[in-house]
């Protein structure tokens, strides 16, 4: 039973920990503006499920990394200006579609699942 126990205090704090990172990603949504950014680094191919891709694009004369999925490296070229969400101070940006409420309705569902173990442990008890 006890077992019941540390796997809901691991799911809980679990969620917690990956919570606070997803508030970036909610912040940026909300209050960012769509910036025209330009495509500095594209990877030569993006085949491949398992491996991460990444771009690189300038704006301001900073440079933001931002992961892309596996049909990006065809559709887009190096030196071709795409719309992103970017909010001044954060080095943060996302697709102007993207938002992070899907993660934060997951992990909270995970942290909820990892309360209902523990209390469900307690009750047995």
Request: hydrophobic fraction near 45%; include cysteine.
């Amino acid at each position: 039973m006890k077992f019941y126990f540390w796997c809901g205090l691991v799911l809980f704090t679990a969620s917690l920990l990956l919570m606070l990172p997803n508030f970036e990603d909610l912040k940026v949504a909300r209050n960012g503006a769509l910036v025209n950014m330009r495509i500095e680094k594209l990877p030569t191919s993006c085949l491949g499920t398992r491996i991460k891709h990444f771009m690189t694009v300038s704006y301001n004369s900073k440079l933001y990394t931002k992961r892309i999925g596996g049909k990006y490296c065809e559709e887009h070229h190096v030196g071709e200006v795409v719309q992103m969400k970017f909010l001044a101070g954060s080095t943060l940006v996302l697709f102007p579609n993207e938002s992070g409420m899907s993660n934060l309705i997951a992990l909270i569902i995970l942290g909820l699942s990892g309360l209902a173990l523990m209390i469900y442990w307690q009750i047995k008890r």
